[in-house]
């Protein structure tokens, strides 16, 4: 990597030895929680002091949150009916339509940790019944050496079964207690993707603008036309190599074994990255996706001492590139699992870490804003865009949904005698109530999608089931606080107080299995 971009290595600020840009980064870490919090102390400060002033701006914020909801539903609607066509056409047979479709390779790696077999096993059934050449795969288990034994045990049954049937099925180690590292998808992805490099595509000169990578979160099934629909995607982009592939993720492989509320946790994920698929210019790399070995290899493969290794990547492309860097929406969904475990209240656990988790994500506004500082050739346009939607995602993440369901009833409860006895006192309830109602119908659509997004009901389940998959979505208001609010308030103070996560794996489990891959198309 070049020694002048030597910031986009950073993890924290105690990484960096000069005490004025520490300083800077440091201060940048605070900057989210500290507006976070802020928002909230001024809201219970001027709910006694000037009650009518926040009773003006819960009103004015709900009709904004509203028109919002409005905006979104709609590219929520047109996301899922673009996604539809794609799911219609035969990428297939159109890319083999073109003769030089046979130049390319597909690099895949899966970082694996301690998830059992039959997690394990449909990932490779689905890389099997895609509609692609496999001996055009290479494919890479990238087990972590902390995992103990069962990883390796599983990683040789999957080799006994699989080892024939792609160019090249490589399994690797991942080492322990590198220093420097923290332990994560980030550091084992970094290893894997140099094992793979030195030991197959070097020696056999393939050339890395030729290679397509996907890293695939261990669960990932991909549908039959992924790697069709990809390679087209890729050949007519006019520099694939400034770009990623992002697909729809739809957390849906143990849908029904979901409790209601990790089942609108899950949806509301998958129809977040849906809409964002609308609006590519906002988009960013999340979990399983796509993009140029040859971009991967100049950046200097994905930083190891991070915990969002996964958007973190497009950042990174993104500054050293010098902002000449996109994602590409491919509309098109690769199923993953929802976040569940053996009993309710455990399961309510993992999703909120799991939550917590991506929250962390926050870690990058904090990467890109110091980056901006530092990178001179990105236009100052481009700095102002994104550095301003990302804070304004990660503080809306951390407050919309208290200040709509909670905080908007301040006034009235701090406020005083004076302020009770107003028309606005009186009218505030009923205007938020009103404005609820209105955004709460807009959960129609996503209702309706998430009925149509679902697997075939296991026989143990009776048709009754599907009266909950509707009725679950009154519960968003809850699941917003608890597994949307909370955690992302939880991961800013902590960044903000110098509290550093690690990386923490979700738990896979599976009582039955997901949809086989052949009975999606």
């Given at each position: 990597m070049n020694q002048d971009k030597w910031y986009l290595r950073i993890g924290r600020a105690s990484e960096i030895a000069g005490a004025k840009d520490r300083r800077i980064y440091r201060a940048l870490e605070i900057l989210p929680g500290f507006l976070v919090w802020l928002t909230f102390i001024a809201l219970v400060v001027f709910s006694i002091y000037q009650a009518a002033w926040v009773a003006i701006f819960v009103i004015l914020f709900d009709v904004y949150w509203l028109v919002k909801i409005i905006f979104l539903s709609a590219h929520l609607r047109s996301?899922?009916?673009?996604?539809?066509?794609?799911?219609?056409?035969?990428?297939?047979?159109?890319?083999?339509?073109?003769?030089d479709w046979e130049d390319y390779w597909h690099l895949i790696i899966l970082p694996m940790y301690k998830e059992p077999y039959e997690v394990v096993l449909p990932t490779f059934e689905a890389l099997v019944n895609s509609h692609y050449d496999h001996k055009k795969m290479i494919v890479v288990l990238a087990l972590e050496g902390r995992g103990g034994e069962a990883p390796l045990k599983t990683a040789e049954k999957l080799r006994q079964k699989f080892g024939g049937v792609f160019f090249k099925l490589l399994i690797t180690l991942h080492p322990e207690d590198i220093i420097g590292e923290l332990a994560g998808k980030g550091a084992n992805q970094s290893w894997a993707a140099k094992r793979v490099k030195e030991e197959v595509i070097d020696p056999l000169s393939i050339p890395y603008e030729k290679i397509i990578l996907s890293v695939f979160d261990i669960d990932t099934n991909v549908w039959p036309q992924y790697f069709a629909l990809l390679t087209a995607k890729y050949m007519a982009h006019s520099q694939p190599d400034r770009a990623s592939f992002q697909p729809v993720p739809f957390f849906i492989n143990n849908i029904w074994e979901t409790p209601a509320l990790g089942r609108v946790v899950a949806f509301s994920s998958t129809?977040?990255?849906?809409?964002?698929?609308?609006?590519p210019e906002r988009q960013v790399t999340f979990s399983s996706h796509s993009m140029s070995f040859k971009a991967l290899v100049e950046v200097g493969f994905w930083q190891t001492n991070i915990v969002s290794e996964d958007s973190r990547i497009f950042w990174q492309c993104y500054n050293?590139?010098?902002?000449?860097y996109e994602v590409v929406p491919l509309l098109y969904p690769v199923s993953m699992d929802a976040a569940v475990d053996k009993t309710f209240w455990k399961t309510m656990k993992v999703i909120y870490k799991q939550q917590r988790r991506w929250a962390w994500g926050t870690e990058n506004l904090v990467y890109v804003l110091f980056g901006f500082i530092k990178n001179k050739n990105i236009a100052l346009s481009k700095k102002l865009y994104h550095g301003f939607n990302l804070l304004e995602g990660y503080y809306s993440w951390a407050t919309n949904a208290l200040v709509i369901f909670l905080m908007g009833w301040l006034p009235v409860i701090l406020g005083g005698r004076n302020f009770n006895v107003t028309v606005l006192s009186y009218n505030l309830p009923q205007i938020t109530r009103t404005i609820m109602t209105l955004a709460m119908i807009g959960l129609i659509s996503s209702a309706v999608i998430s009925i149509n997004m679902l697997p075939p009901k296991p026989p143990r389940y009776g048709r009754r089931q599907y009266i909950w998959m509707i009725l679950q979505w009154a519960l968003m208001p809850l699941t917003t606080i608890i597994f949307g609010s909370i955690p992302a308030i939880d991961a800013q103070t902590r960044l903000m107080l110098g509290k550093y996560m690690g990386f923490w794996a979700t738990p896979k489990s599976r009582l039955t299995p997901p949809l086989k891959s052949q009975e999606r198309d």
């Open positions: 996301g899922y009916s673009r996604m539809k066509e794609n799911l219609k056409i035969d990428w297939w047979t159109k890319l083999k339509e073109r003769t129809f977040w990255m849906m809409m964002q698929q609308e609006r050293f590139f010098d902002g000449q």
